[in-house]
């Protein structure tokens, strides 16, 4: 099955540091990914919709300039927080849904937890 | 601007019981509706969608745009059913690029 892979899985940093995510498709190409933040028992939130080749669409209230997304290629998309502070601690997950097949459903990352000191 | 309503974040019932999980949605068009479901460590993975029309593991949910609702329900669950269920919406109907709104989720324990 169309698999995910999101990378790290976990990663602790100092306040200031920039951190980069990776979002991987494994066995499938994905022209768009899409960015979510899960707070503590909390929802999912759409963060920004990543496109191949083209600027990221970010949702209303996402900062660009903090989560900057690259989609350099048709299987990965990588998102970075930069300069990262305290609050943007928090469980950022990554989808896809297989290019040019109408219908097909997003396939979820595992997720990474951010936690900045 | 809360789009999925789940208004239950905690639900239990017993092993052979009726389940239904709420989730209500606003939005004036014709969105696309969507049960994902979060076993224990494990990642989200898609249980139904809407235009399906079909069971999966039992479970069945029918969009009523009267009431605007996409209540999930199965007859007799399961241990096996506990889960996080999450309520999704998307406006993008039609497109592989459809953008997700969650629900904040519903924790389903089963005892046995």
């Known amino acids: 099955g169309a698999v995910v892979s999101q990378h790290p899985s976990w990663v602790i940093c100092k306040s200031g540091t920039s951190v980069k995510i990776e979002c991987r498709s494994l066995?499938?190409?994905?022209?768009?990914m899409f960015w979510y933040r899960q707070f503590p028992k909390q929802s999912l939130m759409l963060m920004a919709t990543?496109?191949?080749?083209?600027?990221?669409?970010?949702e209303q209230g996402v900062e660009k300039d903090k989560f900057l997304i690259n989609h350099a290629s048709l299987t990965l998309s990588t998102l970075t927080v930069t300069s990262a502070h305290p609050e943007d601690s928090s469980f950022y997950i990554c989808?896809?849904?297989?290019?040019?097949?109408?219908?097909?459903?997003?396939?979820f990352g595992d997720g990474t937890r951010l936690s900045i000191l | 601007a809360q789009r999925v309503t789940q208004p239950e974040k905690l639900l239990s019932v017993f092993k052979g019981a009726p389940v239904e999980l709420k989730c209500n949605y606003s939005y004036s068009g014709s969105p696309e509706l969507f049960w994902y479901v979060q076993y224990s460590r494990q990642r989200l993975q898609l249980l139904l969608r809407?235009?399906s029309r079909e069971s999966i593991k039992g479970f069945t949910a029918d969009l009523n745009k009267g009431e605007t609702s996409f209540h999930l329900k199965k007859p007799f669950a399961q241990e096996e059913d506990s889960a996080m269920y999450y309520c999704?919406?998307?406006?993008?109907?039609?497109?592989?690029?459809?953008?997700?709104?969650f629900g904040r989720g519903t924790q389903l324990t089963v005892w046995p």
């Open positions: 809407h235009i």
């Open positions: 999704a919406l998307s406006f993008d109907r039609g497109s592989t690029l459809g953008r997700l709104y």
């Open positions: 066995d499938f190409q994905a022209t768009t």
């Open positions: 990543s496109n191949e080749g083209s600027k990221a669409t970010y």
């Open positions: 989808s896809a849904a297989p290019t040019g097949i109408l219908g097909q459903p997003q396939h």
